[in-house]
């Protein structure tokens, strides 16, 4: 069950230089992924779909491209995967959800274009719980996705494939989506590298809308550097997504060039109670790390983080309800016969959802009803005006915040089956820097229970990324 460590992979930047050069090819890198992906992914499933043909296309075109002296750009031959909720043209998209039985996008997300011009190779699209609601991707219609470390346990949710694909070596990096935790956590469980962006960093168009005010793409990585060089990439201004930042984004790879000499990072002291004592010990070595390495040390108050987590699951859903009403047999996917049309949409979404999406769209649909609209979903609203608030207070004391990204290390299957509450509460620290608009990303920092990695978690303030990423390297750099 438990797999040997891998040795450490070259670095995207690496494996994009050696390709660009000429001294490896695309289509060798490719091979090398596909021969992992033949070797576990049986066992893994990180995948809906493998793309084999289309990426030994894509492998050969860069080839060309290089031999004809022109350069495929910064992602040359990196292989990536995309979580299947990003829409790739002509190619499956399913959020692994039977109601998307059989659709196929008419259009290329723009992360998907931005991938292509930058010289990458998509290997494939991942699995993930359905619509992105889940912390284990055991809501995906298609099955689990096991964790790399320990196949007896989850490996996280919602993006669980992308970040497992990134763990066992099946692609050099990967998408996921991160509406309340959904790359951080899984990011965490798997150790790997993951971020979410700020809030309109990376454009959303072609990402299948879960809640859209907190939706944002990210990458997952062997490393912080990759994580920099994939945002590099992939952030900037959209004019097909109208909630993107129209600005350009400073370069990443530069800010992690710099120490954390002089950077306060602040230490939550009401940070709400429940993570495990193993992952307790890596967050205090973490700070320690900081404090090593320059940093100043600062106590913080967040007083409203402790209800993020109920503003989320009214807000969350309240969107989710509104945005999932499109699948209803006629324009998507699945159509279940009936009698008449108003049967058919509902034997459509009663045979397509599953169980906890249907849950979702109940409490969504609750929490916007008339008469209680004002006490659930209004009353969220401003609790999570008041999380924004208490957090720019914190980010006038401190630089970035740490903490942990999920209250354990993996668990083992069933375990949180069926108590959707204990589910939630893995979200209670990545939750809130969703409604706030903020990035975070989770840096794998050492092992916990059952020698399983263990994430640590660092926020910072809108668009303060760079800061944020000079103290992610300096807590990888203090493990090397
Ligand atoms: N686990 C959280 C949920 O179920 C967050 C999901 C996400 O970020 N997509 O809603």
């Known amino acids: 069950m438990a797999a040997p460590a891998r040795a450490t992979p070259p670095t995207a930047a690496a494996v994009a230089a050696a390709v660009r050069s000429g001294a490896t090819t695309a289509a060798q890198v490719l091979e090398q992924h596909l021969a992992a992906i033949a070797g576990r992914e049986p066992e893994i499933h990180a995948f809906n779909l493998v793309l084999t043909e289309q990426a030994r296309e894509r492998a ?13 750009g910064p992602l040359a031959g990196v292989t990536i995967a995309l979580k299947d909720n990003m829409c790739t043209r002509g190619v499956p998209t399913t959020c692994s959800s039977k109601i998307l039985d059989g659709w196929q996008p008419p259009y290329d997300a723009t992360v998907v274009n931005t991938l292509r011009d930058a010289g990458a190779v998509i290997v494939g699209k991942t699995n993930l719980d359905e619509f992105a609601m889940g912390s284990s991707t055991e809501n995906s219609a298609f099955g689990p996705t096991r964790n ?67 939706d944002q793409i990210g990458p997952f990585t062997n490393s912080v550097a990759d994580a920099a060089l994939m945002l590099d990439v992939i952030g900037g201004h959209d004019p097909l997504d109208s909630t993107s930042i129209p600005q350009p984004h400073p370069s990443l790879r530069d800010a992690i060039q710099q120490g954390v000499e002089g950077l306060r990072v602040g230490r939550i002291t009401d940070l709400p109670a429940g993570a495990d004592p193993d992952v307790q010990e890596r967050l205090e070595a973490a700070f320690d790390a900081l404090r090593a390495a320059g940093a100043t040390i600062v106590d913080v108050e967040v007083p409203a983080f402790t209800f993020g987590l109920t503003a989320y699951y009214l807000i969350a859903p309240a969107e989710a309800s509104s945005n999932l009403a499109r699948y209803d047999g006629v324009r998507y996917g699945l159509r279940v016969e009936a009698a008449d049309t108003h049967a058919m949409y509902g034997a459509t979404r009663a045979a397509g959802f599953g169980e906890e999406v249907k849950r979702r769209i109940m409490l969504g649909t609750y929490a916007l009803s008339a008469g209680y609209y004002d006490a659930y979903y209004g009353k969220a ?25 999920s209250p354990s290390v993996a668990f083992k299957f069933g375990d949180k089956g069926d108590n959707p509450f204990a589910m939630y509460l ?24 059952e020698g399983l990695p263990v994430g640590v978690q660092v926020l910072a303030g809108t668009l303060q990324e760079p800061v944020m990423f000079r103290a992610a390297a300096a807590l990888e750099r203090s493990l090397a």
Do not use: E
Not at 60 to 72: F, K, M
Not at 148 to 166: F, L, N, Q, Y
Not at 426 to 445: E, K, Q, R
């Open 60 to 72: 050969a075109a860069i080839d060309a491209t290089v031999a004809a002296g022109h350069d495929p």
């Open 148 to 214: 790399p470390h320990d196949t007896s346990r989850v490996p996280g949710g919602s993006s669980g494939g992308s970040a497992a694909s990134v763990a066992a070596g099946f692609s050099q990096v990967a998408l996921g989506s991160d509406t309340g935790g959904s790359i951080r956590q899984p990011a965490a469980l798997c150790g790997v590298v993951g971020v979410k962006p700020t809030y309109g960093y990376v454009s959303r168009y072609g990402l299948v809308a879960f809640a859209s005010s907190l």
């Open 381 to 405: 609203l401003k609790v999570r005006r008041l999380i924004h608030d208490d957090f720019d207070r914190a980010y006038q004391r401190a630089d970035v915040l740490l903490t942990p990204t």
């Open 426 to 449: 893995c979200d209670t620290y990545t939750i809130p820097t969703n409604l706030a608009g903020h990035p975070g990303m989770s840096v794998p920092f050492g092992t916990g229970a």
